[in-house]
């Protein structure tokens, strides 16, 4: 066990990457097929109480980098990391989805055309790839981001985060304003990758108590369950505007503050060292996991593990817990074989 290791923000990536798979796992019964069913409410309960996750990744990912000046030449070493890992499983998706799912033409230049296709808008091959060019942008402009914000006041910073949210707030709302269009550099994930830094060193009672962490978790997934429900009821229809697949949402950002101010405020002295020892491993692999586990989940719907029928949501919960260990697995496995190790994404 590395000493050096912050445990806090292993136990952020942690909680993140278990998130983000029940939400791929959830996702699939987040249709039409079972909507207004048992399963469809639990669903949506489920993947609501989860939708954090990304933002926790970005948060971590924030403190852990702005709280030093990023040098320049950190940058290439920092992309080769997250690039290699990501063209090495972009391909293999892209060919299985090739193979079994047809997802080209008929012969070896659409597969090529496709899989081009699938570098510049990834998503076409596995939904969850839209986080790695998010996070590309974010490393590249972590020198001047860290820079910024080491010699900022914490007003300037707080000046910063209001515009953010009141042009976040415009864009979410799907508010039709030329304004916005020129203001976008202040929406998105960006905000959150300075927020993770600005939560850990602001001085303030509010962020110090860990019950109200608790209750902006659970206002920001009611938000997302009671909004989901309701929408859909009044339309007929399954509504996700609150959950917006792949996108960022004021009930996920509430859930997201509240859990940060949960963790970083919480004493994990007492947790055992073999605890700790499996969050480490989680967290240090979590790169690898985030791209391996749409896959895994896949392949146990191939195999008939995964099924509608009787679901309840500690079915699903177990479910994320199997394909967690397997992509874990799989990752370190990738670790130990020479030549593939530098895709494994540790």
Not at 108 to 121: E, H, K, R, T
Not at 144 to 172: D, G, M, P, R
Not at 244 to 251: A, D, N, Q, W
Not at 311 to 321: D, Q
């Amino acid at each position: 066990m590395n000493s050096k290791r912050l445990i806090w923000i292993d136990v952020l990536k942690f909680l993140a990457i278990f998130g983000i798979i029940v939400i791929h796992v959830s996702s699939g019964f987040l249709s039409d097929e079972f909507l207004f069913s048992s399963t469809w409410y639990q669903a949506v309960c489920i993947n609501s109480l989860f939708r954090f996750s990304i933002i926790l990744f970005i948060m971590a990912s924030g403190y852990l980098i702005l709280r030093k000046q990023q040098p320049l030449s950190v940058i290439p070493k920092r992309i080769k990391r997250v690039l290699l890992p990501f063209i090495f499983w972009l391909i293999v998706y892209a060919i299985i989805k090739i193979i079994f799912k047809g997802a080209s033409g008929s012969n070896v230049s659409d597969s090529f055309v496709y899989i081009a296709n699938g570098f510049l808008n990834p998503t076409i091959v596995s939904i969850q790839f839209w986080y790695v060019y998010m996070i590309l942008g974010l490393y590249v402009l972590s020198p001047i981001l860290s820079k910024w914000i080491q010699n900022a006041s914490i007003k300037e910073i707080e000046y910063f985060i209001c515009i953010w949210v009141i042009f976040s707030l415009l864009q979410f709302f799907n508010v039709d304003s030329i304004l916005i269009d020129y203001f976008k550099y202040f929406t998105g994930a960006i905000g959150y990758f300075i927020l993770g830094y600005y939560l850990a060193i602001k001085k303030s009672p509010f962020l110090h108590n860990r019950k109200n962490g608790v209750v902006l978790f659970i206002v920001g997934s009611l938000i997302t369950i009671v909004g989901t429900i309701l929408l859909s009821y009044l339309s007929g229809t399954q509504s996700l505007f609150f959950i917006k697949l792949g996108e960022i949402t004021p009930g996920a950002c509430l859930q997201a503050i509240g859990l940060y101010i949960i963790v970083i405020n919480t004493n994990f002295d007492k947790l055992s060292n073999r605890l700790r020892n499996i969050i480490e491993k989680i967290s240090i692999d979590s790169y690898g996991i985030y791209l391996a586990n749409v896959l895994v989940f896949n392949f146990l719907e191939l195999i008939h593990l995964v099924n509608g029928s009787g679901f309840t949501a500690l079915k699903l919960i177990f479910y994320s817990i199997v394909v967690l260990i397997i992509s874990y697995i799989c990752i370190e496995i990738m670790a130990r074989i020479p030549f593939i190790n530098k895709f494994s994404g540790k």
